[in-house]
């Protein structure tokens, strides 16, 4: 049930950032133009919906990454206490069994793990579970990397979106007087 509150507090986290970032590009066009368009208003729902989506997946992924954490301490427990881990590359697939019996949830990142590295890995004197704790965060921070980067992605494109609405609108004609072009 613990993983309930963390799915409402991505949810939440996720829109509180998402309405920052649309307050924020709000904010600068408005210091920049002072006039707008209705389009630029849906132009800022449509990147409050974006923002929000891809915060409320990297909120979610930090959360995750605090359960990396104890995916490491587990898979360094059943290390210590294994008399038949020898801290081979044939363990590793033992090991994962083992961590997804206990971290149901974690399968998906335990299943991406390369493990083409994992024999220089050891013999440089380190653990399976280092390998797999290293490897899980590295995936995490990956992924919580391409979701900044698309919000960033999203506010470009929603600034060149509204400054191209707000020129066109400068160029258009006035209905009141049509003898006069802006």
């Keep these: ?47 409050l919906f974006f923002t929000g989506f891809q915060s409320t997946m990297m909120v979610g992924a930090m959360y995750v990454k605090g359960i990396a954490s104890d995916i490491g301490d587990y898979a360094t427990m059943l290390v210590d206490s ?7 590359v044939a363990d590793f697939n033992e090991l994962r069994n083992q961590i997804e019996a206990e971290f149901p949830l974690a399968s998906t990142l335990l299943d991406n793990i390369d493990t083409s590295g994992l024999q220089a890995y050891l013999e440089e004197g380190n ?23 698309w919000m960033v992605g999203f506010v470009i494109v929603a ?23 802006y």
Excluded: Q
């Excluded at 400068?170 to 006069?180: E, G, R, V």
């Design 1 to 47: 049930m613990f993983f309930i509150g963390n799915i409402f507090g991505s949810i939440l986290w996720g829109a509180l950032i998402s309405i920052v970032i649309t307050s924020l590009v709000f904010l600068v066009c408005h210091l920049l133009d002072r006039g707008h368009s209705p389009l630029t208003y849906i132009v800022l729902a449509v990147l």
């Design 127 to 149: 653990s399976i579970a280092n390998y797999i704790t290293d490897d899980v965060k590295s995936t995490i921070n990956y992924y919580i990397l391409r979701r900044i980067l």
């Design 82 to 88: 294994g008399e038949n881990m020898a801290g081979e």
């Design 159 to 181: 600034f060149v979106a509204i400054f191209l609405l707000n020129r066109r609108r400068d160029y258009s004609y006035d209905i009141n007087n049509l003898d006069t072009i």
